[in-house]
């Protein structure tokens, strides 16, 4: 964008006002307005200054691209107004990108705001639909509402989130319904901030096991790391009904070059913001350069009472001992004993070591969770038991004594 499209009206005015009361909270709004067509801005920006909003910024042209404007990029305004009118397809894609950048309230003003363009604006994630001409008591109210929306300045976070990999020895080991659950689990368990990714790249469908649908994925964090914190990942989660913060796979297959430094940055970031991150990995050995194998992190490793199986897990227990892996932890899944003939010394033999943990098989438990996406911890489940003593040892809680069973006189 050239210096000479580009007007600044820099003009701090005192918040008290005959004409408009804006409460404190909206009169320090830092405010983009954007728009091609002099009459429709001028009208938003003279209601803009008639409410005493604080500071204007004035974009006399649509930008050619978002990376011409990295204050609007890296959150620099609390509210950007958009023109819709000169340039309908081209604003709604601007005002998306905004939207999926920062925090920001993105507001579009509009002569003729029919309700097609209304409800193309809703989907960009645009808050608020300005009609011109504009009223000011309609400005006032929605300034007012962008103040409410901003986000309280956070306090930084020490880098002091706990990592939590969970990583299958052979395809088909039950990692992800493992990892789904135990994720569930630990945020109720532990009542702390925790976050699941779902690294099980491109076919990740983690989403489908917790039952939630997400507009953004793990593709997207991981192709903007250089504009990804924790404002911009906040964007990309979904929050399900347990209180756990999911980043999801892709709902479609998205070919993508993910670098050991982009996971790295996404972890950094996670661990910031989180009080555990807990990461479905998959079968993915190739991921072993990234943070997510550091001496911090605690990996388990999913295995199953089955000669490849096993066979895999010794060769990884035995490539996981040296002094800089990260802590180890052996879970068998759809464990039955003497499953075909193999003891719990043949298991302890072939690991070199007896695994931590041991999940049943039940096949209904899990068939019921994943038509009808209920956690298997929300039962009384031999699964949900195995599971939730697991998150009441990373959070330091006491594992729930067995319920005893009663007496019956009859039966």
Not at 48 to 71: E, H, N
């Amino acid at each position: 964008m050239s210096a000479a499209s580009l007007e600044t009206i820099e003009n701090r005015i005192s918040t008290r006002s005959a004409i408009a009361q804006i409460p404190s909270g909206a009169s320090d709004l830092s405010i983009a307005v954007i728009g091609p067509n002099e009459r429709r801005r001028q009208a938003v920006v003279s209601a803009v200054c008639a409410c005493r909003a604080g500071k204007i910024r004035v974009f006399t042209s649509y930008p050619s691209g978002i990376d011409d404007l990295p204050r609007l990029q890296n959150g620099a305004f609390d509210v950007v107004m958009i023109d819709m009118d000169s340039d309908p397809e081209y604003a709604l894609d601007l005002a998306e990108s905004i939207c999926l950048c920062n925090a920001a309230t993105v507001m579009a003003f509009s002569a003729q705001p029919d309700q097609g363009l209304m409800l193309r604006c809703m989907h960009a994630g645009i808050r608020e639909i300005l009609p011109l001409p504009l009223s000011q008591s309609a400005m006032a109210e929605a300034l007012v509402r962008a103040a409410a929306h901003r986000p309280e300045p956070q306090q930084p976070r020490r880098n002091d989130g706990r990592l939590l990999v969970f990583l299958g020895a052979k395809g088909g080991s039950g990692v992800t319904t493992l990892a789904c659950n135990y994720a569930v689990s630990l945020a109720q368990e532990s009542g702390q901030r925790t976050l699941f990714i779902d690294l099980d790249l491109p076919l990740g469908d983690a989403a489908i096991n917790l039952g939630i649908k997400s507009q953004f994925s793990t593709v997207n964090a991981l192709e903007n790391t250089t504009r990804l914190d924790g404002n911009f990942l906040s964007t990309l989660l979904t929050q399900h009904d347990s209180g756990l913060y999911v980043l999801a796979a892709p709902g479609v297959i998205a070919p993508t070059q993910v670098s050991n430094e982009a996971i790295d940055r996404l972890l950094e970031v996670a661990l910031e913001e989180f009080d555990y991150v807990v990461v479905d990995a998959g079968s993915k050995l190739d991921l072993q350069g990234t943070r997510l194998f550091d001496e911090s992190a605690t990996i388990y490793l999913v295995t199953q009472v089955g000669i490849p199986e096993l066979r895999n897990a010794n060769r990884l227990i035995a490539q996981f001992s040296r002094d800089d892996s990260p802590k180890l932890e052996i879970v068998i899944n759809r464990y039955e004993r003497h499953s075909f003939g193999v003891t719990e010394e043949h298991v302890t033999k072939a690991l070199t070591r007896p695994p931590q943990w041991k999940v049943p098989n039940d096949y209904a438990a899990v068939r019921h969770m994943q038509n009808t996406a209920i956690p298997l911890t929300q039962d009384n489940s031999s699964i949900a038991r195995a599971i939730k003593e697991m998150t009441r040892s990373v959070c330091s809680q006491a594992a729930e004594p067995e319920k005893k069973k009663r007496f019956a006189l009859f039966g």
